[in-house]
């Protein structure tokens, strides 16, 4: 009759176990872990970020910024803008 424990496995043979439990654990919670997220965030990866249209405010300030009028430019422009559209008499 044979027995499990009658087999001297040795320092290595332990450390070789354990080291391999360990690296089975971890990668059953990796796997648990990102089987998680993707399953919690489906459409994370399907949207692209648009950039946003300037306003033209930030096309003002970013000519002022590269030089391209000056500040009494600038503000001019400003109060156009803000000012709303104008009308035909």
């Known amino acids: 009759m044979m027995f499990w ?11 070789a176990m354990s080291a391999g ?37 930030d096309i003002l300030r970013d000519r002022l910024a590269r030089g391209e009028i000056d500040e009494e430019e600038f503000r001019r422009r400003l109060t156009v803008l803000h000012a709303g559209p104008l009308t035909k008499s």
């Open 5 to 15: 424990y009658d087999h001297d496995v040795g320092g290595w043979g332990w450390f």
């Open 21 to 57: 439990m360990i690296l089975f654990w971890a990668l059953i919670i990796t796997v648990a872990v990102l089987l998680f997220r993707a399953l919690n965030h489906p459409h994370q990866h399907e949207h692209t970020h648009t950039p946003t249209t300037p306003t033209p405010e």
